[in-house]
């Protein structure tokens, strides 16, 4: 599905119009929330040249279906992703802040090794406008793709679909 938005040229793939598709030699941005990111990102992370990941607030992640009563999910989570994700600072960008994240964990053991790849780039800038050539963060980088991937949520953003 392409459609222009903020004067965006490439081609811009909203909801899940991604599934099924190869990306095969393609610089790829994903703009999504933690939970929608998980499953868009290790689809993408197989076939694209490069993908750069815009998180709009991580989310807590299993990696395996535990069968844990609702007050460990989250600490175990937290173990989870102390144990897949080794450098501190990419840990640090990928944990929710306590006040706002009230989602239960989702299961997903693929997310933060798709994140560790060499091809593969976590921006922890917001997004703050879609450029002819891609994506602008908030620190004013252009962060230049040939195809924007956003998630249910940020297909919603009036500021990036207009």
Same mark, same amino acid.
């Given at each position: 599905?392409?459609?222009?938005?903020?004067?965006?040229?490439?081609? /811009?793939?909203?909801?899940?119009?991604?599934?099924? @598709? !190869?990306?095969? #030699?393609?610089?790829?941005?994903?703009?999504? *929330?933690?939970? +929608?990111?998980?499953?868009?990102?290790?689809?993408?992370?197989?076939?694209?040249?490069?993908?750069?990941?815009?998180? +709009? +607030?991580?989310?807590?992640?299993?990696? /395996? *279906?535990?069968?844990? *009563?609702?007050?460990?999910?989250? *600490?175990?989570?937290?173990?989870?992703?102390?144990?897949?994700?080794?450098?501190?600072?990419?840990?640090? @960008?990928?944990?929710?802040?306590?006040?706002?994240? @009230?989602?239960?964990?989702? &299961?997903?053991?693929?997310?933060?090794?798709?994140?560790? +790849?060499?091809?593969?780039?976590?921006?922890?800038?917001? &997004?703050?406008?879609?450029?002819? #050539?891609? &994506? @602008?963060?908030?620190?004013?980088?252009?962060?230049? &793709?040939? $195809?924007?991937?956003?998630?249910?949520?940020? !297909?919603?953003?009036?500021?990036? $679909?207009?």
């Amino acid at each position: 599905m392409t459609a222009p938005a903020g004067g965006y040229a490439g081609e /811009l793939i909203r909801g899940d119009a991604w599934r099924g @598709r !190869a990306f095969t #030699g393609l610089a790829v941005a994903v703009i999504a *929330p933690g939970r +929608e990111a998980a499953v868009i990102v290790p689809e993408l992370v197989r076939t694209a040249r490069a993908v750069k990941v815009f998180q +709009e +607030e991580p989310d807590w992640l299993l990696p /395996l *279906p535990l069968p844990l *009563p609702g007050r460990l999910a989250r *600490p175990a989570a937290r173990i989870g992703l102390r144990l897949a994700v080794r450098d501190p600072w990419t840990r640090r @960008r990928l944990t929710p802040d306590a006040r706002f994240n @009230r989602h239960r964990p989702r &299961v997903d053991g693929r997310y933060y090794a798709a994140l560790q +790849e060499p091809h593969c780039t976590l921006v922890s800038w917001p &997004v703050y406008a879609l450029v002819p #050539g891609g &994506v @602008r963060s908030a620190e004013g980088i252009e962060h230049h &793709v040939d $195809c924007i991937v956003l998630g249910e949520s940020a !297909a919603r953003r009036e500021d990036l $679909c207009a």
